[in-house]
């Protein structure tokens, strides 16, 4: 058999072109430039003290290879464009500001990256991001041609919006203040909390406070200890014979804590604003701990008036990412603020009988008790209503006794039961619905003796 040797030449060219292709293609694949893996992993959106002083976003690559993010811009809650040949590498973080001159003196060892504007308009120089909370957009290039490489929603924790108890605050209201409240005019930046971004970046449990005080812009925020859930179970304002503020601590794991070291802080700007929790404090496994004001260096001073208490976790004086607490509004006397879950494992808080140091068991403020709901009348009428019965042992008051005018509502309908001190007897009967009672009478056929609570200026269901 012969063979050319042109042939074996061209083959021999052929089988090094291969492998030389298979060598670029390697390296390319180790050091090259591949879809980004870019998260949003850290920002400061309410400082202590002026926002645009140490306000920042912190943007890192989590994915195993250089990224080329020129061009790149945030389009939503703030404006800012990547320049011309920016990289980030593996494990790179890349920090933007809103005022680059101000956050030099605060932060003198990180690289600033730029310096963004506000996307409504404040001006170069001026804080950013909303105190309030929204939505943060990163994408690939312009706003109406890029694609979005990340984007997520955050709140600022306050619940101010929500109603007191014992009315259960809308899905909105419930989502704001489940996010860290720490970090809204305190001293602490909000922290992905997986360093991956292996979560659902919209989801508050994928967020925390973070543990370095002014965050830590330009590196990784320390992890924290592993920790169990703690919760303020009840709270007492006054009892009218002590007036001595007290809280009660549950702790529903399998095992005793210690929060000795942690805070208790009835201001969200200031964790830290008390002495810590004495040493040695142990909640035990399923059970309670009671704190006094003035008791084993407990300090603690709430408004009978409402206000709002958290615990924080802490060690060594640095916050270490648990946070729980409530607002409440004005108390009575012989009544204290004990936390509930409903069915679905949403937790409210209303006044009860007091039980600090045992179970709270079922709610004992109200007999009162829904018994029936018109939401779909029909027939092109808008007369809706919620019939409620008093199946208490006692006369059940609607209104607050602590605050004039302050009487029952209904979440979810809009109403307000209307009236002066408004009460109904045990077993009693009542409507409450949109319309005035006259309209009420018209559209169903009710006893003359059943007493209509109508609020024409409310809702629908």
């Not at 920016?86 to 101000?102: H, K, M, R, S, W």
């Not at 925390?208 to 919760?231: K, Q, T, V």
């Not at 601590?249 to 208790?264: F, K, L, M, Q, T």
């Not at 307000?416 to 169903?444: C, H, L, W």
Request: glycine share 10%; hydrophobic share 35%.
């Amino acid at each position: 058999m012969m063979i050319c040797p042109s042939t074996i030449a061209y083959k021999s060219i052929q089988s090094i072109q291969s492998v030389l292709l298979i060598l670029v293609w390697s390296l390319f694949q180790v050091e090259g430039i591949a879809d980004p893996k870019i998260i949003v992993s850290e920002i400061y959106y309410n400082p202590n003290g002026p926002d645009e002083a140490r306000e920042f976003i912190e943007i890192k690559n989590v994915g195993d290879l250089t990224a080329d993010i020129s061009g790149w811009q945030f389009t939503n809650g703030v404006n800012y464009t990547f320049p011309n040949q920016t990289f980030l590498g593996p494990n790179e973080f890349y920090v933007i500001v809103a005022n680059a001159q101000f956050f030099a003196t605060q932060y003198p060892q990180v690289a600033i990256g730029g310096q963004y504007i506000d996307d409504d308009g404040a001006g170069v120089g001026r804080a950013g991001l909303s105190n309030r909370g929204e939505r943060i957009t990163l994408k690939d290039g312009p706003d109406d041609t890029g694609n979005t490489i990340y984007s997520f929603r955050y709140y600022d924790g306050d619940d101010g919006d929500i109603p007191d108890p014992p009315e259960l605050p809308e899905d909105d209201d419930l989502e704001r203040a489940s996010w860290p409240s720490a970090t809204d005019g305190g001293d602490y930046s909000l922290v992905h909390i997986n360093p991956d971004g292996s979560s659902d970046e919209d989801d508050y449990e994928s967020w925390r406070p973070s543990i370095s005080m002014h965050g830590s812009p330009g590196s990784d925020e320390p992890l924290p200890d592993p920790f169990l859930p703690i919760y303020i179970n009840e709270v007492r304002t006054r009892d009218g014979v002590l007036d001595n503020d007290a809280i009660e601590i549950y702790n529903p794991n399998d095992n005793d804590i210690d929060i000795g070291g942690w805070y208790v802080s009835d201001n969200i700007d200031r964790p830290t604003k008390n002495p810590p929790i004495a040493d040695n404090s142990i909640v035990p496994a399923g059970g309670y701990l009671v704190l006094e004001n003035g008791i084993n260096g407990f300090v603690l001073s709430l408004s009978s008036k409402g206000e709002r208490v958290f615990i924080y976790s802490a060690q060594e004086g640095v916050l270490t990412g648990w946070v729980h607490g409530f607002h409440f509004p004005g108390s009575e006397d012989g009544k204290n603020f004990a936390r509930f879950l409903d069915h679905i494992g949403n937790e409210f808080f209303i006044p009860d009988d007091p039980s600090l140091g045992v179970d709270n068991g079922d709610p004992s403020a109200s007999g009162l008790k829904i018994i029936e709901v018109m939401y779909t009348p029909g027939y092109g009428s808008s007369v809706e209503y919620v019939k409620i019965i008093n199946n208490g042992p006692q006369e059940a008051i609607l209104y607050d006794p602590l605050f004039t005018g302050d009487n029952l509502s209904l979440n979810g309908f809009g109403l307000t039961v209307p009236g002066d001190q408004p009460t109904m007897a045990v077993g009693e009967v009542a409507y409450i619905t949109n319309v005035d009672e006259s309209v009420f009478r018209k559209t169903y056929d009710v006893d003359a003796s059943m007493r209509i609570f109508g609020d024409p200026e409310g809702g629908s269901l």
